[in-house]
């Protein structure tokens, strides 16, 4: 399929658990909380906060599913991507959800292209991520073969 290049049914039906990325998972969820709750400026919230949600997900994902696609930056873009363009369309007062805050602040109430760019630097600082985590743990596997 397009896009899917080492994901298989087995991925997806193969949920093993991962305390490591579950533990990022938590930092990050945690700050996430505390910039929504305690910083209001015009730099960290609306923009750090949008690199780390991407990362975030990324974590969660990787907490659940074994997959070793390198592609999964990119699917977690597309799918924040896909929020932002909800938020277009004003999806929380489609679904009636106007007056719940948890939904206004995790679906979002305001369409913001910059928010697309901060989810591609975050998407980017994956990639980079994946491709040191890759390097180390080659390099550490041919150590450890000598």
Not at 28 to 42: H, M, T
Not at 49 to 71: A, E, H, P, Q, R
């Amino acid at each position: 399929m397009l896009f899917l290049d080492n994901i298989s049914l087995g991925d997806l039906l193969n949920m093993k658990f991962n305390y490591k990325f579950f533990s990022v998972f938590l930092v990050l969820l945690v700050i996430e909380i505390i910039i929504a709750l305690f910083i209001r400026d015009n730099f960290i919230r609306p923009n750090v906060g949008d690199v780390i949600v991407v990362i975030l997900i990324y974590f969660v994902v990787k907490s659940f599913f074994s997959t070793k696609s390198k592609l999964l930056p990119l699917y977690v873009f597309g799918f924040a991507v896909f929020v932002e363009i909800l938020q277009y369309f004003n999806v929380v007062k489609l679904l009636g959800l106007e007056n719940n805050r948890l939904a206004r602040t995790i679906i979002g109430t305001t369409f913001d292209v910059n928010d697309i760019i901060c989810y591609f630097i975050g998407c980017v600082i994956l990639f980079l991520y994946q491709i040191i985590v890759e390097k180390y743990f080659s390099s550490l596997e041919a150590t450890q073969k000598r």
